[in-house]
């Protein structure tokens, strides 16, 4: 996790940051800004979550946080040394170390659900039918209050359990 307090204006890391973290053994960077040397960070093939590019990198030196080596902030978010990170092209997840079993279990859940669903709609049933479309929009007629969510739960469609 690197903390550069979500800044658009300036590349905090590059290439050199990146190959130090992988000469490290971590199995990649999740950053609150955004980095430099888009090239050759494809080059080097590691793990890199950011914001996106900004070709210059910082012109000031900011003082460091007294916690900066132990937590990193993500917006909202303030990661601990002893969270876990899950990044990929979607985005960053920061569980705590405790939940990573239960998450991973609940993510397992979904994975398998979502693919069911998708193998259904490859082989000719549509989302519309499985999620039984039409009578949601009955019930939804009869009670503006009936969401698709409740819907979903409703039939055992839901896969954000």
Request: glycine share 10%; aromatic share 10%; with cysteine.
């Amino acid at each position: 996790m690197i903390d550069n307090n979500g800044r658009a204006d300036e590349g905090c890391i590059g290439d050199l940051t990146v190959l130090e973290t992988q000469v490290g053994g971590l199995a990649g960077i999740v950053l609150w800004g955004t980095h430099r040397d888009t090239t050759e960070l494809n080059q080097i093939g590691f793990p890199v979550f950011s914001y996106g590019s900004f070709p210059a990198g910082p012109t000031r030196l900011d003082s460091r946080e007294p916690n900066a080596l132990t937590s990193a902030r993500f917006g909202a978010f303030e990661v601990a040394d002893d969270d876990v990170v899950f990044a990929d092209d979607d985005g960053a997840l920061f569980v705590p170390a405790a939940r990573v079993d239960e998450v991973l279990k609940t993510a397992r859940s979904i994975w398998e659900r979502e693919r069911k669903q998708a193998d259904m709609v490859r082989e000719g049933k549509t989302l519309r039918e499985q999620f039984r479309f039409v009578e949601y929009l009955a019930k939804r007629d009869a009670d503006p209050t009936y969401s698709f969510r409740k819907h979903l739960q409703s039939i055992g469609g839901a896969i954000e359990e």
